[in-house]
């Protein structure tokens, strides 16, 4: 297999050189490409010094952008993913190369235990995993970690779902179930990030609350819309049945209740045979 390494970088100076002199050591013939999203600092220079191919964006597009850009600009059978920051261990890419010669279309470096995370966001991964596991029957170990291995041919049948932000790695991994293609999992440890991380809590708490939300719709909306619209129709019987029993009539809001839980259940049915759609030339 050609090998493509796609590192999405802003202003990783401080660890983009010694993660590509890594990286090219172990694998000396494959394609390093690292995707300099608008950075400010010596990015750039600092990748090219130490070997890779730098594709440059104008100014910072964000995240998922340089991932398309990345996967656009890869000459690989299969690509791999990773961060720019020191994050992620080189060394562990032949184990996701290994889980792809197996047969696997994607395989995800799953972050175990002792990784470094905050309380929170270890707290919010945790829920992406529970959620997307009861959502695709299938164990999800680590819906958001941005280290993978993919065929590329596979991959760019998604190019066009993915968000210029941070969640592309959430948005291809329901991608690939959605369309029955096989997602494997290889246990990995996350060092602690070498340089500032772009993330900010507060600002992008928005952002990963609509992570849940996305998961849902990328996969089966009706999961998401049909207990909506349950409890909907159970909180209007509950009131029917006791503006029956104290003044014998049936109110507005019991009216609300019920018609609002046939509208979601409706919503969820036409979300179904939307994503159905987006995935039709999928096998």
Known sequence: MKISIVLPAKNESA?????????RTQYPQ?????????????????AEQAGA?????????GNGAAIKTGARAAQGDVIVFMDADGQHDPSDISRLLEAVSQGHDMVVGARQKGSQASLGRGFANGLYNRLASWMTGHKVE?????????????????????PNGFSYPTTSTMAFFRAGYSVAYVPIHAAKRIGKSHIRIFRDG??????IFKVGTLFSPLKIFAPVAFLMFLLGSAWYAWTFASMHKFTNMSALLYTGSVITFM??????QITALMYKNSV
């Not at 660890?15 to 990286?23: E, L, Q, R």
């Not at 928005?206 to 992570?211: A, H, K, V």
């Open 206 to 211: 928005t952002r990963f609350l609509l992570i």
């Open 267 to 272: 919503m969820g049915l036409i979300s179904e």
């Open 15 to 23: 660890a983009i050189g010694a993660t590509v002199k890594n990286i």
């Open 142 to 162: 680590d819906l958001t970690s941005g280290f993978r291995a993919v065929h590329a041919e596979k991959f760019a049948e998604f190019l066009y779902l993915l």
């Open 53 to 61: 191919i730098v594709v440059h964006h104008p100014y910072s597009k």
């Open 30 to 46: 494959a394609e390093i490409l690292v995707v300099n999203d608008g950075s400010t600092d010596d990015t750039a220079v600092v």
